[in-house]
C-alpha cells in the first residue's frame, strides 16, 4: 500500500534548523516529484518545496535561501534541511507527489515544526 511517513519535526528557538525526513513505499518512487507542504492553524496547505525525479528544485519564496528539499532514491527518502527558521514556518508539513490535480500518496500524519520566537 501506498503510503509516506514524515518525521524530524519539533520546537526550535528562532534561527535554529530542522531536517525532516520522509519515507514513502508502494510506489516508484524515483520517477516521482516530490513535495513537502505545508499547513499553519487557520490557513491552506501550501506548497513549501519541490524536487524532480531528475533532481530539481523550486521553492516558494518565502523560505528561498533557507531551506534544501533533496531525496535519496535509494533510500525512497526526501528531506527537507530547514535553517534560520522563523515563527512564520510553525506549521504541520507533510510530504507528497504532486500528480496533476491530485496527489499519488494518502495524505501522512505530517510532522509539526514549532519555531518559538
Known amino acids: 500500500q501506498a503510503q509516506v511517513v514524515e518525521s524530524g519535526g519539533g520546537l526550535v528557538q528562532a534561527g535554529g534548523s530542522l531536517r525532516l525526513s520522509c519515507v514513502a513505499s508502494?510506489?516508484?518512487?524515483?520517477?516521482?516529484?516530490m513535495g513537502w507542504y505545508r499547513q499553519a492553524p487557520g490557513k491552506e496547505r501550501e506548497l513549501v518545496a519541490r524536487i524532480t525525479g531528475g533532481g530539481s528544485t523550486n521553492y516558494v519564496d518565502s523560505v528561498k535561501g533557507r531551506f534544501t528539499i533533496s531525496r535519496d532514491n535509494a533510500k525512497n527518502t526526501v528531506y527537507l534541511q530547514m535553517n534560520s527558521l522563523k515563527p512564520e514556518d510553525t506549521a504541520v508539513y507533510y510530504c507528497n507527489a504532486p500528480l496533476s490535480g491530485s496527489f499519488l500518496f494518502p495524505w501522512g500524519q505530517g510532522t509539526q515544526v514549532t519555531v518559538a520566537s
Open positions: 508502494g510506489s516508484k518512487f524515483s520517477i516521482n516529484a
